[in-house]
């Protein structure tokens, strides 16, 4: 005797026979996935060690006679863009700015003034002058290689000048190369001493760690140079530089305070 199933028994069977042939252990080789080839790896550098390094305190000796070696006055006094102890002569021709790089000749993190030439402007640092010898020097860098500067070291007012000499020295730090110019001086520089700077036209140079010493050391080699007689050019800035000099000085100077004049009392009493 043959039982017939209802059509709704019929359908699950026929469910749970498909779910039973994809459980089975008979797996289609296309679902089977493919094992991953060996890739090679890539070898990362090991980076090499880092050396503790002691950084100055001063772009400069101690003993420096230049009145300002780290640009300070460029930066600090906004009632007047030259500062003390640092002037560009006839500014319209000539502006500077001032930086902290990382990497300097001189050290790192020390302040670069950065000067850039539109005509025939120059640049002043004044320094204190004395019964010699000296060693004088300072760090030029520019992103032209072949650059070079004039630069010399200028006896004000007696009018004489020493022209520094590019020597061997060159370091490179990020975009800049820089040349070390010096001289070895051993006559006196009566009054005052400047580190007077020729600014190309459309040219920027940097400078760094200008220094005067009272003294020659004997271990550098420096070349020692004899003074000529300062062109007009040169001494009509310079007389520039003494005139912006005087007038900060007088503009800085404690002014007088003169006490408020009170109100005569009345006379209440007799004789």
């Known amino acids: 005797m043959t039982t017939l199933l209802p059509p709704a028994t019929l359908c699950a069977l026929a469910l749970l ?31 090499a060690p880092r050396a503790m390094s ?38 319209d021709h000539v502006t500077m700015r001032v930086r902290f790089e990382a990497t300097t000749p001189v050290g790192p993190g020390m302040p670069v003034l950065y000067v850039k030439g539109k005509g025939n402007g120059g640049l002043a640092l004044s320094a204190q002058g004395g019964s010699g010898p000296f060693d004088a020097s300072v760090w030029v860098g520019s992103t032209d290689d072949a650059a070079s500067a004039a630069l010399s070291l200028v006896s004000y007012p007696e009018g004489s000048e020493y022209v520094l000499v590019r020597d061997e020295q060159k370091k490179v730090h990020g975009a800049l190369t820089w040349t070390h110019y010096a001289a070895r001086l051993d006559a006196a520089v009566p009054g005052v001493a400047y580190f007077a700077l020729v600014v190309p036209n459309g040219k920027e140079l940097a400078l760094a760690g200008p220094e005067l010493l009272g003294h020659a050391a004997p271990e550098k080699r420096i070349q020692r140079v004899v003074p000529r007689p300062a062109s007009r050019a040169i001494l009509a800035q310079l007389e520039a530089a003494e005139r912006l000099k005087a007038d900060h000085l007088i503009r800085t100077m404690p002014r007088p305070r003169h006490p408020a004049p009170t109100a005569a009392l009345p006379f209440t009493g007799g004789r």
């Open 54 to 91: 002691s950084a100055p305190p001063m772009p400069a000796a101690p003993e420096n006679l230049v009145l300002d070696p780290d640009f300070e006055g460029a930066l600090t006094y906004t009632d007047n863009p030259d500062g003390f102890g640092i002037y560009t002569v006839f500014p």
């Open 17 to 47: 026979g498909t779910l039973g042939a994809a459980c089975s252990d008979e797996t289609p080789a296309a679902a089977i996935a493919p094992t991953p080839t060996a890739t090679a790896t890539t070898s990362v550098p090991t980076a």
